[in-house]
């Protein structure tokens, strides 16, 4: 019983990378730069949707400060994109990745100055609900994460892989100049994977934030979402959840079976076996770059 217990636990975490993970393979598939602010984007989205709802501050409706939240990210990550990103067109790739690594320092500062650097959670319906299957107790929060990162994953999949525009995206990140004689606005398709990228994080940050505290410095489980990304396959997003899953369900099993000063290392160990043994991912998508 233990044991499932630590089961769902981990899922539910590994659901959180899994998502900010999406985030990720999202910009890559588009564009095919690295974002390493997602996970600080996924801290600011639970800020924004605590200082909405939140009795202490706005106090709105949940349901009401929900869309609302989801907006506001998905307005700033189309505004990085429009005011910064496409700045730097036709700067190598190591660019953008110091860009954004410099954006996750100024996120966590901005966050931090703004509501502070105590931890906090958000206030939300689903609190202290529980339900049990046999002798096992579920939070609903966890069912939550569970079921809105499954049902996203396989949305954005059918988007990517079934619909002109998903298809588009990836045209514009396997070669833009081609994309663009083809008559795709290849700006207008950056600016919205920026945005949907954008959204997807302010979702994790909101389940995140409905099942645990949250502070500045929350937005550094990007690195364990990147490890997940890399684990699953970087190119495909039914990998970034896998990848996220298997992270987040080595955890609790490694802090229960392992000595504690092995344990924190057992995502980073699996990383790097799979850089090794499978380069690609264990879910990769191995596609033929075209010209």
Same mark, same amino acid.
């Given at each position: 019983?233990?044991?499932? @217990?630590?089961?769902?636990?981990?899922?539910?975490?590994?659901?959180?990378?899994?998502? &900010?993970?999406?985030? /990720?393979?999202?910009?890559?598939?588009? =564009?095919?730069?690295?974002?390493?602010?997602?996970?600080? /984007?996924?801290?600011?989205? $639970?800020?924004?949707?605590?200082?909405? =709802?939140?009795?202490?501050?706005?106090?709105?409706?949940?349901?009401?400060?929900?869309?609302?939240?989801?907006?506001?990210?998905?307005?700033?990550?189309?505004?990085?994109?429009?005011?910064?990103? #496409? #700045?730097?067109?036709?700067?190598?790739? *190591?660019?953008?990745?110091?860009? =954004?690594?410099?954006?996750?320092?100024?996120?966590?500062?901005?966050?931090?100055?703004?509501?502070?650097?105590?931890?906090?959670?958000?206030?939300?319906?689903?609190?202290?609900?529980?339900? #049990?299957?046999?002798?096992?107790?579920?939070?609903?929060?966890?069912? +939550?994460?569970?079921?809105?990162?499954? +049902?996203? *994953?396989?949305?954005?999949?059918?988007?990517?892989?079934? =619909?002109?525009?998903?298809?588009?995206?990836?045209?514009?990140?396997?070669? @833009?100049? +081609? $994309?663009?004689?083809?008559?795709?606005?290849?700006?207008?398709?950056?600016?919205?994977?920026?945005?949907? !990228?954008?959204?997807?994080?302010?979702?994790?940050?909101?389940?995140?934030?409905?099942?645990?505290?949250?502070?500045?410095?929350?937005?550094?489980?990007? &690195?364990?979402?990147?490890? $997940?990304?890399?684990?699953?396959?970087?190119?495909?997003?039914?990998?970034?959840?896998?990848?996220?899953?298997?992270?987040?369900?080595?955890?609790?099993?490694?802090?229960?079976?392992? !000595?504690?000063?092995?344990?924190? &290392?057992?995502?980073?160990?699996?990383?790097?076996?799979?850089?090794?043994?499978?380069?690609?991912?264990?879910?990769? @998508?191995? #596609?033929?770059?075209?010209?």
């Amino acid at each position: 019983m233990d044991n499932a @217990q630590l089961l769902i636990s981990g899922l539910a975490n590994g659901c959180v990378y899994g998502l &900010i993970a999406l985030g /990720f393979v999202l910009i890559y598939k588009a =564009t095919e730069a690295v974002n390493f602010a997602q996970g600080d /984007f996924m801290m600011l989205g $639970a800020f924004v949707t605590i200082g909405l =709802t939140n009795t202490e501050y706005m106090g709105l409706p949940f349901w009401l400060a929900l869309p609302i939240s989801l907006g506001i990210m998905g307005a700033l990550g189309y505004l990085l994109d429009r005011l910064i990103i #496409r #700045r730097l067109f036709g700067e190598s790739q *190591t660019a953008v990745v110091i860009l =954004t690594i410099a954006l996750g320092f100024v996120i966590r500062f901005v966050a931090g100055l703004i509501w502070g650097h105590e931890p906090q959670t958000l206030q939300n319906p689903l609190a202290g609900k529980e339900v #049990r299957v046999g002798e096992l107790v579920l939070g609903m929060e966890d069912v +939550a994460v569970i079921i809105v990162t499954v +049902a996203l *994953t396989w949305g954005l999949y059918v988007f990517f892989s079934k =619909t002109k525009l998903g298809l588009a995206m990836q045209g514009a990140s396997q070669n @833009q100049l +081609a $994309a663009y004689y083809m008559g795709i606005p290849v700006k207008r398709v950056q600016g919205f994977i920026w945005a949907l !990228a954008g959204i997807v994080a302010g979702i994790a940050g909101i389940l995140f934030a409905a099942k645990g505290s949250v502070d500045p410095t929350t937005g550094l489980l990007g &690195i364990k979402a990147f490890a $997940a990304a890399v684990i699953g396959g970087f190119g495909s997003l039914p990998g970034a959840l896998a990848g996220g899953l298997i992270v987040g369900v080595i955890e609790p099993f490694a802090s229960r079976y392992i !000595a504690a000063g092995y344990s924190q &290392i057992a995502p980073y160990a699996l990383l790097l076996a799979v850089l090794i043994f499978r380069p690609n991912g264990l879910f990769s @998508q191995v #596609r033929v770059k075209k010209v």
